[in-house]
Every structure is written in structure tokens, then in C-alpha cells.
Nanobody
Framework: QVQLAESGGGLVQAGGSLRLSCAAS????????MGWFRQAPGKERDAVAA????????LRVDSVKGRFTISRDNAKNTLYLQMNSLKPEDTAVYYC?????????????????WGQGTQVTVSS
């Protein structure tokens, strides 16, 4: 089992930045790929970005390319999402997820473990 805990959400003005963190605990010795997803009110959960176990491959959806960066520090068992140039449409609950595979994917059904989420609100 892997437990995930997100932090770093909050309220920010449009154009601002936030850095989300996701601390993993439990069976973190395994080679897990990880990802960030988000869910806006009344909408389905969507992919944001994903990263392979060794950080060799990263994926991002088009709407965040050039603004968001996913990274990880395996020594600290922590996943990050640096979000710059935030827009009101980025407002959502952000979730981190881990999958029992080293390969990154943006498909949410491929993930086995999920955090509780952290709220990000971008005001205009």
C-alpha cells in the first residue's frame, strides 16, 4: 500500500504561481510512476501531468504546457507540480496518484493509489 498526501494548494490571483507537493509513504521502494489530476466543480477528473519512475519521461496536457512542470525527488518520496501563470480555469481540486508501474500515463484508470486532494483557487 502507498499513502499519498498533497499540500501547497491555496488562493492565488491570476498570473500567480503555486507549488504543489505530494508526499508518499508506505511501500515507496517500488518503482511507481506518478501523476497529477484535477477536478473542477461539476466536471470530471482530468489529467494534468505525469512522470515516470526515473523522471526520464514527463507528460502534460496541452492546456498546461509552458506553464506547469512536474518533477519528483525519489530520495524524499515527493512529487511536485510547479504551476506558473495560473488562470481562473485552473481552479480545481488537485490530486496526486501513483501506479504500480514505472511508466508514465495520463489515463486515470491506470493509477492504483490516490491522495485526498488539495484545493487550488485562482481569482481573476
Amino acid at each position: 500500500q502507498v499513502q499519498l498526501a498533497e499540500s501547497g494548494g491555496g488562493l492565488v490571483q491570476a498570473g500567480g504561481s503555486l507549488r504543489l507537493s505530494c508526499a508518499a509513504s508506505g511501500r515507496t521502494a517500488n518503482s511507481y510512476a506518478m501523476g497529477w489530476f484535477r477536478q473542477a466543480p461539476g466536471k470530471e477528473r482530468d489529467a494534468v501531468a505525469a512522470i515516470s519512475w526515473n523522471s526520464g519521461r514527463t507528460l502534460r496536457v496541452d492546456s498546461v504546457k509552458g506553464r506547469f512542470t512536474i518533477s519528483r525527488d525519489n530520495a524524499k518520496n515527493t512529487l511536485y507540480l510547479q504551476m506558473n501563470s495560473l488562470k481562473p480555469e485552473d481552479t480545481a481540486v488537485y490530486y496526486c496518484a501513483a501506479r504500480r508501474s514505472p511508466d508514465a500515463t495520463l489515463v486515470s484508470s491506470n493509477y492504483d493509489y490516490w491522495g485526498q486532494g488539495t484545493q487550488v483557487t485562482v481569482s481573476s
